[in-house]
Structure formats: structure tokens, C-alpha cells
């Protein structure tokens, strides 16, 4: 965070934007460029169990191979990754002599992929490039194969990103694993690769890009082009997600929404806030969906926002087209918006309790989203923004 108080500091930040994409209906057919021009002569394709015995992995395989570039394939990743996928993923890199990853799904085939490249020549455990400090530079960057990604959700917008959520399963936390070098060096979207998502998965997905460009946008700190990036994106799920969960074959509304998904990771480096940071312990005790929790905690933390973020909920409503523009329409919205993709309403109705409070307050208040939430977050505020999101106490 900034010094409010001092106008010279208000303005200065450091900022970095993405990689090459490759965006389109039918661009898959370059996966084989892509790998070759990371310099890639035998990848290894690293997706989830769900996807691997799709037709659309078989033929990328059989694509590649026709080019003379054998691919690995490895999907062994649980729907949160845990550091044990990570290390099979390395060892099935290792044995089969392979020199790149292809990052093949969603938001846990693409984190596992990005950390099975990172760690791929690496000595010290997966743990030690928790994103904290300047942990990445004890990371051999000679060490990590490069990345092809190729997105099959439209929602983290993992293929952007230059971190992963993996799951620490000693200590039941959600650990994000960060280097310069896990950005994608190629990213291919092609919206047909998306079409077979249900209307479920489809809505939580694209509810997380929604909160990725909505906390990017709230949390503090002098980043224009990130905050016009997110607002862009918040429109595009705005118009195109209920029109993709409604009509699954629509090329126009998938289009959009990966261009949103990949919009709100890149804003996000501002900073993402108490939606993230009630949602990753939540994700790693109660194995939820992170895009769904990530809806169902969004309202309660917007009403907590509040007081310092009403101002741009003002200029965001006139940026939507909403009828006034105002925090309340804001909210209005999202409200609206949720209950019309069959989103629950609070945590209880998606399997959370009241047992592990102090627990997940505790791990909330120092998760390393909580620094970029607009206001400050403490193991009793996060214990009653949780309280909130498990009764349905949403404030006037």
C-alpha cells in the first residue's frame, strides 16, 4: 500500500504486463508451433483427470506427434493441487526426459503444470517459493522449463499468471508459489476448447473472473492500467456470462469470457483482497470450488468494503450501465446476477460450518491476498465476514 498522505508516493509503483496469446475459434491447431518456438522437442502435457481421455487431449497429443513432437501425458492433479501432484508431476517430467510443459485446463491443471515446470530442475522443496519476500530468488531460473498454456475455463486466468495455489497438505493452507519465470511463455485461447464446460462450472468459473477484476479494481494502490483493464473486464462477464451458462455453444460469449478470465489476472497484480483471502483456507479445509466460494463471499465483502470503495462503486456503475450509478446498484447487480446462475448464497450452502472459525479467521487474516483488500483485515474482522457469508447477514 501506498502513503495516502504523501502525494508524491500516491504515484509511483512498478509495473509488469503479460506474454504472447494466440487467441481464437480453431487455434489450437498452432499448439505445435508454440512448443517449438519455446524451443520444446519433447513436452509433457499436464491437465486433470476430468480432461485427460477427452478427444481434445488425444488429438493434441496425436497433433503433436504428427509433427514430429512426442508429448508426455500427466493428470494426476486433485481439483485444489496438493504439493504431492507437484512432485509426481516432476518425476514424470524427469523420467521421461521431457524439456517444456504444456498447461492444459483449468484453474488446477494450469497451477499444477506451472509449479511441476518451476520445480522441474530445482533442488530445494516446492514450499521454499511460497510468494513471500524475495523467496523467488532462491529459485534456479535456469532450472524451470518453459510453458505452453492452454485454458479450458474461463475464470483464473492461471494461463497469465507467474504464480499457483497449491495445497500444503501438512499444514491444510493454501500456498501460493511465486517466480517471474512460471509466466506462460505462449498462451492459446481457443474458445472451442470451452464449449463442453456445464452451466455450472461455467458460472463459477466465470464468477471468479468477476471477483479477480472486482478486487483488483477496489484494492489500493496507483495502477491505472490494471484498473482499466479490470473495469473492461467486469463488463465483458457482465454482458457475456449469462449468455455462455445459458447457451454453452456460443462462440461470442466463450470468446469473451476467456479474454475476461485473462483480463482479471492480469489487473490482479494490484492486488486482490477478502474475497481471496476468506476463500483459500476455506478451499483448503472444506475442499470448495475456489471460483464458486469466491461468489458466494463476493456481496459480503463488497457491503465490508464499503466505506472506503463507495466512491469507485459509483464510477464501476456508470462503466456497467446501471440504472444510477451507485454502490447500491453495484450491489444490485451482483445480487441479481448471482441468483440468476443458481449461485448459493452463503457458505452453509455449500457445505461450510461454524466448527473451524478461529481457524480459518486466523488463516484468512495473514493469507497474502489480506494486504490488498481496501481495508484492513484482522483474525476478528475475517472471523465476522465469515460469520456474515455462513448466516446470509449481508449489511445494508
Known sequence: MTDATDPKAAYKASWSYPTQMIFGPGRIRNLHLACKGLGMSRPLLVTDPGLAGLPMIRDAVAANEAEGLPTGLFSEVKANPVGRNVEAGVAAYREGGHDGVIAWGGGSGLDAAKAIALMAGQSRPLWDFEDAGDNWKRADPDGIAPVVAVPTTA?????????????????????????????????????????????????????DALA?????????????????????????????????????????????????????????????????????????????HHGLTNAVVMPYVLAFNRPVIEAKMARLAAWLGLPEDSFEAVMAWMLELRQSLSIPATLKDIGVDDQRLDQLSEMAAVDPTAGGNPLPLDPATCRGLLVDCLEGRLAA
Open 212 to 288: 479477480h477484476c472486482l478486487e483488483a479494481y477496489c484494492a489500493p494502490g496507483y495502477h491505472p492500467m490494471a484498473e482499466g483493464i479490470a473495469v473492461e473486464g467486469m463488463r465483458l462477464v457482465k454482458e457475456w456470462l449469462p449468455k455462455a451458462v445459458a447457451d454453452g455453444g456460443d462462440l461470442a460469449a466463450r470468446s469473451n469470457m476467456l479474454a475476461a478470465a485473462s483480463m482479471g489476472a492480469t489487473a490482479f497484480q494490484k492486488g486482490l483482497g477478502a474475497i481471496h483471502a476468506l476463500s483459500h483456507p476455506v478451499g483448503a479445509l472444506y475442499d470448495t
Open 155 to 207: 475464470g483464473t486466468g492461471s494461463e497469465v499468471g507467474r504464480a499457483s495455489v497449491i495445497v500444503n497438505e501438512e499444514s491444510h493452507t493454501k500456498i501460493i508459489v511465486f517466480h517471474p519465470k512460471m509466466l506462460p511463455g505462449t498462451v492459446i485461447s481457443d474458445p472451442e476448447l470451452t464449449v463442453g464446460l456445464p452451466p455450472h462450472i461455467t458460472a463459477a468459473t466465470g464468477m
